[in-house]
């Protein structure tokens, strides 16, 4: 069974973006929160589902900016 989704209005919008970059959608045109959640859904309705799940990118996000973080820090 495949996971449940999180509602989209509920989302922060770093992981509507996320979840968009998961579709190949590109967001960077995208000003109103209402755009993001519309896209997303459209995605969701639309599109096959990603393989990756966006806690999985937004974990991977974490731990590039952390190292990011170390590494200027030396």
Request: glycine share 2%; net charge neutral; hydrophobic share 25%.
């Amino acid at each position: 069974m495949a996971p449940t989704l999180p509602d989209i209005s509920s989302m922060k919008l770093s992981e509507i973006k996320s979840e968009l970059s998961l579709y190949g959608l590109d967001s960077s045109t995208m000003l109103e929160k209402s755009e993001f959640i519309s896209a997303l859904q459209h995605a969701r309705d639309t599109l096959p589902r990603p393989t990756t799940s966006y806690k999985e990118v937004e974990k991977e996000e974490s731990k590039k900016k952390e190292e990011k973080r170390k590494s200027s820090s030396s």
